[in-house]
């Protein structure tokens, strides 16, 4: 399907989706604003956002099918597979998140229903980077995301811990949002245009290294990304925010937030800087430098909660070493290791949800002694989901990491894939211990485990994340051909030559 | 190529039903162990139906005329590079040969095994083993490559170690299959050597490809040809129970008594003696190794013979008994007369098949007879029967054609086997006097081989019975589904000699006009076999004399009336002693290999290279490390805002100086 820009219809069709999505916010909203006393209307704005999400997700999806294209240039956002592709992400761990809230927010005491239509706005706001072709668009819609997480990292505001985490990440945020901001200006100075194919002419028509401003737009622009993904040194924010911010919204974060950094950074590196050497250098640093500081630090933590979230800055890293490769093969790979993150993350949290209590900071891997005599079920997942993110086979962490190798190897990174493997094996020292202490040891008394449950959207979760995560393990190809088909569109169809500023 | 018979493609067939019969019996065995019927009807039924098809396959090649083996490919099993290597199926004269005694005598087996193995427990389990190694057996004498062989080597390894600890209850008996286990992986290691140098050397793995490249590719006597055939047959030591390797054999008479007519006897143990056979072009080449398998072979059977004079349990006095007629064969295939060597193995396999099985009914005979009056006494003890004939006619008349057979007596089957074996070692030694040498060993060989079967028939069934009073009572023949049998392998074992006559004789020479498609190959690079029609009957007569004067001597000599039951016995002296103990090889290996690898093991490699050097420096020592710069990382974690924007701004400064190249 062609889609003419030039009229409104055309226009309407190739925001189908952001539209039907900001109409669900809207609706949200009227309904936050009018009802909000119990906790029977919070559960409604959640189930009128899961079905604002399936909508939004449906839209993307026919779009998808239908593989629509633009007929000119198209300005503001892309229409291309990736942009389908990154938007099926995001929508789908905003779901899993909803269905995991709907009885853990009032679990948990805390009535407050714009949750829901913070959690849509960032959703929309991720929807704007991983589609976004200009940069503008792309910072509005980090600015969108940003502001709705900050605001969720806190939304138990009787918590001290919430409320710490959320004023850190966003003194950070908005200390790196500046960097961000920066960066696109020096950018526009250098070339004269914020839109990522005709920077990328204008970059492909001069030696980068000779020109300063551009490559310190780049630079700036690469911190900015590497806080939002959690890259180390860039990363301080991540186990403090992680730790205080309610459980859901933790992996909110851990999943979608930093899946949407990357979209964005894919589509700029590949789109305005495709044929530049230097950002693979300080990717490969930072790619190094994160797999190895996270996954070491997340071996010396003794609570669970915190240590998935120095888990999530190793998984970083292994991202950055599929970006790094620069080939459509590293995005394809992106693309697929992000669909089983979301999966394995937020299903591992979601069983943390399950084992604990008010924020669950305290549940450390102790806690789950015993776990699979009394929850079997529970504790099948839950190793499903430690074996996943440790990459074993048979599982989709095996094979979104063997294409990310094979990405690797390809781009002639043996190194880096060396350390991938390496920090991999460092990992089992903290994804086994929680395994063995469910299997292997005794509940630490008899009525252990007897309020672990998991009820309703949240059993869906984790049913559905550890199927989702072995199927895809043992029969990748359907996944893996998404993904192919989605890393397609990061290669610009048509070069645009427009003169120089 | 000529068409393939539409029988030949049945093949497929015969292997794929015994497995059919392993994985049934085997989900009965794990789901409804008490549904013997079934069990029975499976595990019978389906290694009857493979003989069918055996000998539809048989006819279809014999039939077709072809000289020309038939390679039935199934599917790509390895293609890696250079290496491609198929799962298929070779029918030729050879195979077939093979695929008849397996399928024949295993069903025969198989019936038996109702009667013996009805009460036990483990029925179904039992079948599923003996269905399997049905399975391996076949592939291996029908792969058409030797990895596909080897996988049947080593499957009928599998087999014969879950059924010699087939009642791992006793630990015995689990070491007993250890030790086969074992002592058959060091054979097994030159085996996979051989097939190494072969790959390099000639870059296929196929029999046919094999055969054909090795004439022109490697030089009659070279140092390539002799290690690689000699790597193959460290292999055959293993899995033939020769010299060194031999002593798993008797200790594996720990399994049910059809395993060791059916495993130890008849089939696995003379797999060795194939694939001599089958690589006979390889061994033809290698005049060294052919010397040494030959060498090996009449040694085994001397020494193997000796031990056997002075052995209680008739299992034992059977399995040296095997030891040494697998030595025979190898004298056979080693001094280049192939077709005697798979002579030999065709009629020992229904001679010696027929003497475990009619021991079988001996010790089910005894047992039952002591399981009645609740005494413990050994049940195969010597010392503990005789007189046995009274009690048990058709099985002491079936076990005497069996020994006699083996005896090698005219006109049994064994004696023109063992006579045409013999008589080619002579004719060699008129080239190379060392096999003057190795016809003695088997002459002498001979003789032992007299006194030691007729001793065993002596002491079981002839003069006063040594069982016990109450027992008496209780000694019965077995029932036809065990007699029944034992009756057929009996006619095999009369007449299977006119398979392949002397040549003196009318009709000679059949066996050695069927396989000729296969041992020429091999024959262009031997000398030619000749003996005089004088000298022929001249050896003729001296076996049969030998056969005559050790049965006599036996005879005359023993005395079952002066023997004790097992329990009152004094221990031997002297060099009966050194026999009994079966000339201590047990012991010098223990102390020579076994005790030092343990001690290396404990105290060097596990003690020292894997418990203080790996796990303690190399694995606990990284991994402390690691933890310890996981603390240092956390420790940086201050939780202070300032502390993290520092670290910001410097991760910033370096970024872009990297960025700045």
Not at chain 1, 206 to 215: E, G
Not at chain 2, 208 to 219: D, G, I, M, Y
Request: hydrophobic share 55%; net charge neutral.
């Amino acid at each position: 399907m062609v889609i003419d820009l030039n009229n409104t219809a055309g226009l309407l069709l190739a925001l189908a989706p952001e539209l039907v999505l900001g109409f669900w916010c809207l609706v949200v909203m009227i309904w936050v604003a009018w009802r909000h006393g119990s906790f029977e209307d919070q559960w409604v704005a959640g189930v009128l956002s899961l079905a604002g999400l399936v909508m939004a997700l449906g839209t993307v999806i026919w779009l998808w099918a239908s593989d629509a294209r633009a007929a000119q240039l198209a300005g503001m956002m892309a229409l291309d597979p990736y942009r389908y592709a990154t938007a099926v992400l995001f929508l789908l761990g905003a779901i899993l998140t909803v269905l995991l809230s709907l009885d853990y927010l009032k679990r948990e005491g805390v009535r407050i229903p714009e949750y829901y239509l913070l959690l849509l706005f960032g959703t929309l706001g991720m929807m704007f980077m991983g589609g976004g072709s200009d940069l503008i668009v792309i910072f509005l819609g980090l600015e969108l995301m940003s502001v709705a997480v900050y605001v969720l990292a806190g939304i138990d505001r009787r918590s001290p811990f919430c409320a710490e985490a959320a004023l850190k990440y966003f003194l950070l945020g908005a200390f790196a949002s500046g960097f961000f901001l920066y960066g696109i200006a020096l950018i526009y100075g250098a070339t004269g245009t914020t839109n990522l194919v005709l920077i990328g002419t204008q970059v492909s028509g001069f030696a980068l290294s000779s020109n300063l401003m551009a490559l310190l737009g780049l630079g700036l622009l690469l911190i900015g990304f590497a806080f939002k993904v959690a890259a180390v040194p860039f990363h301080m924010w991540t186990p403090d925010v992680y730790d205080g911010s309610p459980t859901p919204v933790t992996g909110y974060m851990a999943a979608a937030v930093k899946a949407a950094g990357f979209a964005a950074l894919l589509r700029v590196l590949f789109h305005s800087f495709g044929g530049v050497v230097v950002w693979h250098e300080a990717l490969w640093w930072l790619a190094v430098i994160t797999m190895v500081a996270g996954n070491l630090v997340a071996l010396a933590q003794r609570q669970l909660k915190r240590m998935l979230a120095y888990s999530s800055i190793a998984h970083a890293g292994y991202l950055l070493a599929a970006v790094t490769s620069g080939s459509s093969a590293g995005a394809a790979a992106f693309l697929f290791y992000a669909l089983a993150y979301t999966l394995m993350t937020i299903g591992a949290f979601a069983v943390l949800a399950a084992a604990g209590r008010g924020g669950e900071r305290g549940v450390s891997v102790d806690d789950l002694n015993g776990l699979g005599s009394r929850r079997p079920w529970l504790a099948a997942a839950m190793t499903v989901f430690m074996l996943s993110l440790l990459g074993f086979p048979g599982t989709a962490g095996f094979i979104g990491k063997w294409y990310i190798l094979s990405a690797a190897i390809d781009a002639n990174q043996q190194l880096l894939a060396v350390v991938l493997v390496l920090t991999s094996v460092i990992s089992a020292g903290y994804y086994l211990p929680p395994v063995m202490a469910m299997y292997m040891r005794a509940p630490s008394s008899p009525e252990a485990h007897s309020e672990t449950t998991v009820a309703g959207g949240a059993r869906l979760v984790v049913a559905l994340s550890a199927a989702l995560l072995v199927v895809f393990g043992f029969w990748p190809n359907a996944a893996l051909e998404a993904a192919r088909r989605g890393s397609t569109g990061l290669t610009p169809a048509v070069v645009y030559t427009v003169e120089g500023p | 190529m000529t068409e393939i018979p539409e029988a030949v493609r049945l093949v497929w067939l015969a292997a794929a039903l015994p497995l059919l019969g392993f994985l049934a019996n085997g989900a009965l065995s794990l789901f409804r162990p008490a549904a013997r019927r079934a069990v029975t009807a499976i595990g019978v039924g389906t290694v009857a139906a493979a003989f069918a098809v055996s000998v539809l396959v048989a006819a279809g090649l014999a039939g077709s005329g072809a000289h020309e083996p038939v390679v039935l490919t199934y599917w790509s099993w390895i293609p890696a590079g250079d290496l491609v290597l198929n799962l298929a199926f070779q029918v030729d004269q050879l195979s077939v040969v093979m695929l008849l005694v397996v399928t024949g005598v295993g069903a025969l087996i198989h019936v038996f095994s109702i009667g013996y193995m009805g009460e036990d427990p483990g029925y179904a389990r039992y079948f599923a083993y003996l269905n399997l190694f049905i399975f391996f057996m076949l592939v291996l004498v029908l792969g058409s490559n030797f990895p596909v062989m080897f996988v049947g080597w080593e499957g009928v390894g599998l087999c014969s170690y879950l059924l010699i600890g087939f009642w791992f209850e006793d630990k015995a008996n689990a070491n007993a299959g250890k030790k086969a286990f074992i002592m058959n992986r060091i054979g097994d290691a030159g085996f996979l050597i051989a097939m190494f140098l072969i790959f390099r050397s000639l870059g296929t793995l196929e029999f046919t490809e094999v055969f054909r490249l090795a004439p022109v590719s490697f030089e009659v006597g070279g140092t390539l040809i002799t290690l690689i055939t000699l790597a193959l047959f460290l292999g055959c030591t293993g899995k033939s129970a020769q010299i060194p390797l031999y002593t798993w054999l008797p200790d594996a008479m720990a399994g049910p008594t059809p395993v060791s007519a059916l495993i130890h006897a008849a089939t696995m143990v003379t797999a060795g003696v194939y694939l001599v056979a089958r690589a006979n072009v390889l061994f033809a080449m290698a005049p060294i190794s052919s010397a040494v398998v030959a060498g090996i072979g009449a040694l085994t059977a001397l020494f193997a013979a000796t031990i056997a004079l002075k052995q209680w349990d008739i299992k034992k006095v059977i399995a040296y008994s095997t030891v040494s007629q697998l030595g025979y064969m190898f004298l056979g295939v080693g001094v280049g007369a192939y077709v005697s060597g798979i002579f030999h193995l065709v009629t020992h396999a229904f001679f010696k098949a027929l003497m475990f099985l009619a021991a079988g009914n001996v010790i089910y005979a005894l047992h039952q007879a002591y399981h009645a009056t609740h005494r413990h006494e050994d049940a195969q003890d010597l010392r503990n029967m005789g007189g046995l004939h009274r009690y048990m006619p058709w099985t002491a008349a079936l076990m005497w054609i069996g020994g006699l057979a083996n005896i090698g007596l005219p006109p049994f089957s064994g004696f023109f086997s063992k006579d045409s074996i013999l008589a080619a070692a002579f004719a060699r030694g008129h080239d190379a006097p060392i096999f003057y040498v190795f016809w003695a060993l088997g002459t002498v060989g001979a003789v032992f081989t007299a006194l030691y079967i007729t001793r065993l028939l002596i002491y079981t069934f002839h003069g006063p019975n040594r069982t016990g009073e109450a027992e008496r009572q209780h000694l019965r023949e077995a029932p036809p589904v065990m007699t029944g049998p034992l009756v057929i392998l009996g006619l095999g074992s009369v007449f299977a000699g006119v398979l392949n006559l002397p040549h003196v004789l009318p009709a000679a020479g059949w066996l050695e006009h069927w396989l000729e498609p296969v041992t020429s190959l091999g024959a262009v690079f031997l000398p030619e076999f000749h003996l005089t029609a004088g000298t022929e009957w001249g050896l003729l007569a001296l076996a049969t004399a030998i056969a005559v004067a050790g049965i006599a001597a036996a005879w005359r000599l023993l005395k079952p009336e002066a023997l004790v039951p097992a329990r009152q016995a004094v221990p031997e002296r002297g060099i009966e002693r050194v026999l009994a103990n079966k000339y201590y090889v047990d012991e010098i290996y223990d102390a020579l290999i076994v005790r030092p690898l343990i001690w290396f093991s404990e105290r060097v490699l596990w003690r020292t290279v894997d418990a203080l050097l790996i796990d303690g420096v190399a694995v606990n020592g990284m991994a402390r490390l690691t933890r310890l710069f996981g603390w240092i990382g956390s420790r940086l974690q201050t939780g202070q805002v300032g502390t993290y924007v520092v670290l910001f701004v410097l991760g910033t400064l370096v970024l872009l100086r990297v960025m700045a190249g």
